[in-house]
């Protein structure tokens, strides 16, 4: 049986994490809150935010600003999004 959480970014009963992506208490409010619909989601966005704005992943202050980009994106507040990115013709 597949464990559900009410996710917080897409306010409805979805199925939840396998395991807590991050160690510790973030990790832990993450896997009781977070749908792996809306961890895919931020995780597609994370990959697009490095990419286009260029992010350096050993800058503390590029890793910080994800951080609390992360944290907009699955709380369903207003996040950044990638400066001049046009998405592909489907």
């Not at 970014?9 to 409010?29: H, I, V």
């Not at 697009?48 to 992010?55: Q, S, T």
């Not at 202050?61 to 996040?79: H, I, P, T």
């Amino acid at each position: 049986m597949t464990r559900t959480v009410m996710c917080r970014k897409y306010k409805e009963e979805l199925p939840g994490l396998d395991r807590a992506p991050y160690p510790g208490a973030k990790g832990e409010d993450i896997f009781n809150h977070v749908s792996q619909k809306a961890w895919a989601d931020w995780q597609k966005h994370q990959t697009l935010l490095i990419n286009e704005r260029r992010l350096n992943m050993m800058n503390v202050e590029d890793r910080k600003f994800l951080q609390v980009e992360m944290d907009k994106f699955l709380s369903g507040e207003e996040y950044a999004q990638a400066e001049g990115y046009v998405a592909p013709e489907k």
